[in-house]
């Protein structure tokens, strides 16, 4: 039981490059959250999909697309990256009305 | 719109020490979570408690305690006895009413380190 993989760990992208982070789950939760974490800033919700066939905008989704693929995936892609979406990548996967959200290991992305 | 205050950037303290992070609120609903995280320098987060707002007991888990009251919308964590391991930063976070998934909203985080 792995709960929340990420892949990959680590990317280093160039200015206009185009990437999409994996996100998956083996808990059969409904919803499944991206954040992303800057320093100094916390946490911020870039999109989450309350359940499989849904996805809505969070705080800061410029710039980002999103896919529920089934129930236990749930992509972010960047288009065309852009050093100001160099930052931690996190996903996370809840239960509905249980609130406790379950986080991966994170994706540390670098774009130059 | 739901706001989160830490306003404690970095804490540093002394083995055995006796510490509290601070966390203020602020939200409109009247059917809310709060949650605590701890962040390792290893990077994950760390669930630690949630706390619905119908729910003002005090809660106690070990060294661990937190302190929620709704008339100063305040949810403050208290770590008793420091330890070297509990250095880490520490978020607090604010959940809306949301029947169908829940966004968090997260302070900005306070650094706690603990020295021996």
């Known amino acids: 039981n792995a709960g929340v993989t990420q892949t990959p760990k680590f990317q280093v992208l160039k200015t206009g490059q185009s990437m999409t982070l994996q996100c998956a789950q083996d808990?059969?939760?409904?919803?499944m959250y991206w954040y992303r974490q800057d320093p100094g800033m916390g946490l911020r919700l870039i999109y989450y999909?309350?359940?499989?066939?849904?996805?809505d905008k969070g705080e800061v989704p410029n710039g980002y697309n999103v896919s529920r693929l089934n129930k236990r995936e749930f992509s972010l892609r960047l288009e065309s990256a852009a050093p100001s979406q160099t930052s931690v990548y996190f996903c996370?996967?809840?239960?509905?009305?249980?609130?406790?959200?379950?986080f991966g290991p994170g994706t540390r992305l670098t774009v130059l | 719109a739901q706001k989160v205050t830490q306003a404690q950037t970095e804490i540093s303290v002394v083995e055995k020490e006796d510490v509290t992070l601070d966390c203020v609120y602020e939200?409109?609903?009247?059917?809310?979570?709060l949650f605590w995280y701890k962040q390792p320098p290893s990077g994950e987060l760390v669930f630690l408690i949630r706390?619905?707002?119908?729910?003002?007991q005090n809660e106690i888990s070990g060294r661990y305690s937190w302190n929620f009251q709704k008339s100063t919308s305040s949810f403050n964590f208290t770590i008793t006895a420091s330890q070297v391991v509990d250095s880490a930063v520490y978020f607090c976070?604010?959940?809306?009413?949301?029947?169908?998934?829940?966004?968090?909203?997260f302070g900005e985080g306070t650094q706690l380190t603990v020295n021996p």
């Open positions: 996370a996967a809840d239960r509905v009305n249980y609130n406790e959200q379950f």
């Open positions: 808990m059969n939760h409904n919803s």
């Open positions: 999909s309350a359940s499989e066939g849904t996805t």
């Open positions: 939200t409109r609903d009247t059917t809310y979570y």
């Open positions: 706390r619905n707002s119908f729910d003002e």
């Open positions: 976070a604010l959940s809306d009413e949301e029947t169908s998934g829940s966004r968090l909203t």
